[in-house]
C-alpha cells in the first residue's frame, strides 16, 4: 500500500507524509487558502488599473479614479494579513523540512525547542525570494517599527532602526507601479542635520501578486494561473 505523500517544498525537494503530519499540514492548506484569497483580490485590479492605461508603465500613489476607494480602504490590511501568513506558512515549512530530513526531531519540541529555532531561523534566511516581505512583517506587519524600535545595537549603529524606518512602519505607503500594488512606493528620505548625510527608510518594496505567483514554484506547483 502507498502512501500519498504532499510536496512542501519543490525546490528542496521535500515531501511529507499526511498521516505523520495531518495537524501541520491542515494549517499550512488553511493558510494556503487565505494566500491565494487576497491573491485572488488584488490581482484583477492590478489588471483593470494596467488596462486602464494601456498597460503602459505608470506609477500611482494615493486616492486614484482607477482604483476603487473601498478596494483602496482594504489594500493596507491585505499586505499585513499576507506578510504575517506566508511568514508563518514559510516557517511552518521549514519546520516539516527539518523533521522529514532528519535536521530536527519531535523530541526536540521537549528536550531541545532551541535547536528547532536555530533550524527554521536558518531554513528562512535561505529564501531568498522571501527576504524582502520577511523584513517587512519584521517592521510593519508584526508590528510598526515605530512602537518597538530595533535600538540594541551599540557597536555598530547601523544596524538599529534610523528615523526614517520608525515614521515609515506606520504610514501607509502601498502605491501602484510596474502593473502592481507594492509597499513603500515612496522612499522617506531625510539629511542628518550635523552631517548633512541623508537618512532614509530602510522598508524594503514588494509585490503581493508577484511574490504569490513566485512562490508556487516552491510551496505550491498545483496552482496554475490563467494566461
Known amino acids: 500500500m502507498t502512501t500519498e505523500k504532499l510536496i512542501i517544498d519543490k525546490v528542496a525537494d521535500v515531501s511529507i507524509d499526511w498521516t505523520t503530519y495531518q495537524n501541520e499540514i491542515n494549517t499550512l ?3 494556503k ?3 491565494l484569497f487576497l491573491f485572488n483580490n488584488v490581482r484583477p485590479t492590478e ?3 494596467a488596462t486602464a492605461f494601456d498597460n503602459k508603465q505608470v506609477s500611482l500613489f494615493g486616492d486614484s479614479e482607477h482604483i476603487p476607494k473601498d478596494f483602496q480602504q482594504h489594500l493596507p490590511s491585505f499586505f499585513h494579513w499576507f506578510a504575517t ?3 508563518n506558512y514559510a516557517r511552518l515549512t521549514g519546520y516539516l523540512v527539518g523533521r522529514e530530513t532528519g535536521q530536527i526531531s519531535a523530541t526536540d519540541k521537549k528536550d531541545n525547542p532551541a535547536k528547532i529555532k536555530t533550524f527554521c531561523d536558518d531554513y ?3 529564501l531568498t525570494e522571501m527576504q524582502d516581505v520577511i ?3 519584521n517592521k ?4 510598526f517599527a515605530l512602537t518597538d524600535p530595533v535600538s540594541h545595537h551599540k557597536a555598530d549603529p547601523t544596524k538599529n532602526d534610523n528615523f ?3 515614521n515609515a512602519s506606520a504610514i501607509n505607503l502601498i502605491g501602484f507601479s510596474n502593473d502592481r500594488f507594492i509597499t513603500s512606493s515612496l522612499q522617506m528620505t531625510t539629511f542628518d542635520p550635523v552631517t548633512k548625510a541623508p537618512i532614509s527608510s530602510d522598508l524594503p518594496s514588494w509585490s503581493l501578486t508577484q511574490l504569490f505567483e513566485t512562490l508556487t514554484n516552491r510551496f505550491w506547483p498545483d496552482v496554475k494561473f490563467s494566461a
Open 124 to 126: 528562512m534566511k535561505g
Open 29 to 31: 492548506l488553511q493558510l
Open 135 to 137: 523584513k517587512w512583517r
Open 85 to 87: 501568513s506566508v511568514c
Open 164 to 166: 526614517m524606518t520608525l
Open 47 to 49: 489588471l483593470k488599473v
Open 33 to 35: 487558502t487565505g494566500l
Open 140 to 143: 510593519v506587519a508584526g508590528h
